[in-house]
T-cell receptor, first 115, second 113 residues
Framework: EAGVTQSPTHLIKTRGQQATLRCSPI?????VYWYQQALGLGLQFLLW???????NRGNFPPRFSGRQFPNYSSELNVNALELEDSALYLC??????????????FGPGTRLLVL | TQLLEQSPQFLSIQEGENLTVYCNSS?????LQWYRQEPGEGPVLLVT?????EVKKLKRLTFQFGDARKDSSLHITAAQPGDTGLYLC?????????????FGKGTLLTVNP
């Protein structure tokens, strides 16, 4: 079974540009989560999509946005890039387990560098 | 805001030693997960604990969820260089629209041969 895939693996942008990151979940998973992992800050929750809808959002400005497509893949868009947006962006997918709790499976991440 | 504190932040030991990593919070979680992350890769799930007091063993790794479901520990017996990595704990609140995982900042473990 294929795991979560993300593209591109690396992305270099300059300040003010826009970045688009993509994620394909594990087959059968309907939920996709996005996290930012910046140096020294740990994983910070960005967005949660399920069945094409945004379900929850972390404490990030509106220039971080995304969407989920009918095939459950997802896109994260970061507008007006700032230097501090440089980080590893991780996508995870999940399917509800018995009992109502979820296990999230992570992709390898996209390393975004803003110059 | 739910916070998870992990300790120690850094740990460097010799092969064969035992170690324990802690994950503490003032909040109650419905489940807690432990991940290991290697440089340049995404976190890989090691275990999920869901019941207060639960103990799970995965070869040389022993995971425990506190009785009050606010804390957890990871104990590694006879550590090996292959155990090197960033260990992350993540707490999940109950389901619904506010569901998310709250991650600790991690413990960076180095096992020297």
């Amino acid at each position: 079974e294929a795991g979560v895939t993300q593209s591109p693996t690396h992305l270099i942008k300059t300040r003010g540009q826009q970045a688009t990151l993509r994620c394909s979940p594990i087959s059968g998973h309907t939920s996709v989560y996005w996290y930012q992992q910046a140096l020294g800050l740990g994983l910070q929750f960005l967005l949660w999509y399920d069945e094409g809808e945004e379900r929850n959002r972390g404490n990030f400005p509106p220039r971080f946005s995304g969407r989920q497509f009918p095939n459950y893949s997802s896109e994260l868009n970061v507008n007006a890039l700032e230097l501090e947006d440089s980080a590893l962006y991780l996508c995870a997918s999940s399917a509800f387990q018995t009992g109502g709790w979820e296990t999230q499976y992570f992709g390898p991440g996209t390393r975004l560098l803003v110059l | 805001t739910q916070l998870l504190e992990q300790s120690p932040q850094f740990l460097s030991i010799q092969e064969g030693e035992n170690l324990t990593v802690y994950c503490n919070s003032s909040s109650v979680f419905s489940s807690l997960q432990w991940y290991r992350q290697e440089p340049g890769e995404g976190p890989v799930l090691l275990v999920t604990v869901v019941t207060g007091g639960e103990v799970k063993k995965l070869k040389r790794l022993t995971f425990q969820f506190g009785d009050a479901r606010k804390d957890s520990s990871l104990h590694i017996t006879a550590a090996q260089p292959g155990d090197t990595g960033l260990y992350l704990c993540a707490g999940a609140n109950a389901g619904g629209s506010n569901y998310k995982l709250t991650f600790g900042k991690g413990t960076l473990l180095t096992v020297n041969p």
